[in-house]
Structures are given as structure tokens and as C-alpha cells.
């Protein structure tokens, strides 16, 4: 079964980071764009972070210069590192992934995406 998988969320102090990872199980396949999203409580699901393979990256204002994403061509992830995290960080982070179509349940898919992962910044 062909699955995105996050992983890397949790709870941390103010101040402190992590780093967010995100893979796709049961099948190979070839990153075009990663994205990272996220959902506050109460709050609609906002674009984080951009990468495209070979290409620029984009961040939302609110993150520039904290939060660093990246494709691990190795691993075959894409990788968010969040530092300097405040609580206003805290939320559901999606991954979103564009990726050279696959087979899924009888159909060509390239837009994948995860379960979430919570992160919880205490102040």
C-alpha cells in the first residue's frame, strides 16, 4: 500500500527545533515538488514551505529565516528543519508531495498526501 508518511513532530519548548520528514512508502518514486503545510486550531490549512527538485524554494512570511526545506535525494524525503520554534508554530503539519504518476488502486496519482503530524511548541 502506497503511503505518505511524516514523521519528526512532537512537543518542544520555545526556542528549541525539529525536523520534519517525509517519505513514501511502498513504492519508489521521483520527487518533483515538496510542500509543507500546516493547520493551527482553528485555522485553515496554510501553505509553509516549497521545494522544487533542482529548483528555488519558497516560505511563507512568517517563517523566513527559521525554517529550512529541503529534498534529501539519498533518503528520498523532503525535509522541513524548524528552528527557533514559538508557540504560534503549534499545529497539524501536512506533507504534499508532486511526484512522477504512480499506480494507486488502479489509478495514476502524482499528488500525494500524508496523515499530518502534530507539533506543540510550549512557551
Known amino acids: 500500500q502506497v503511503q505518505v508518511v511524516e514523521s519528526g513532530g512532537g512537543l518542544v519548548q520555545a526556542g528549541e527545533s525539529l525536523t520534519l520528514s517525509c517519505a513514501v512508502s511502498g513504492e519508489t518514486v521521483n520527487i518533483h515538488t515538496g510542500f509543507w503545510y500546516r493547520r493551527s486550531p482553528g485555522g485553515a490549512r496554510i501553505l509553509v514551505a516549497r521545494?522544487?527538485?533542482?529548483?528555488?524554494?519558497t516560505y511563507a512570511d512568517d517563517v523566513t529565516g527559521r525554517f529550512t526545506i529541503s529534498i534529501d535525494k539519498v533518503k528520498n524525503t523532503v525535509d522541513l528543519r524548524m528552528n527557533k520554534l514559538t508557540p504560534e508554530d503549534t499545529a497539524v503539519y501536512y506533507c504534499?508531495?508532486?511526484?512522477?504518476?504512480?499506480?494507486?488502486?488502479?489509478?495514476?496519482?502524482?499528488?500525494?498526501w500524508g496523515q499530518g503530524t502534530q507539533v506543540t511548541v510550549s512557551s
Open positions: 504534499n508531495l508532486d511526484v512522477t504518476p504512480i499506480e494507486i488502486d488502479g489509478r495514476y496519482e502524482h499528488d500525494l
Open positions: 521545494v522544487r527538485d533542482g529548483g528555488p524554494t
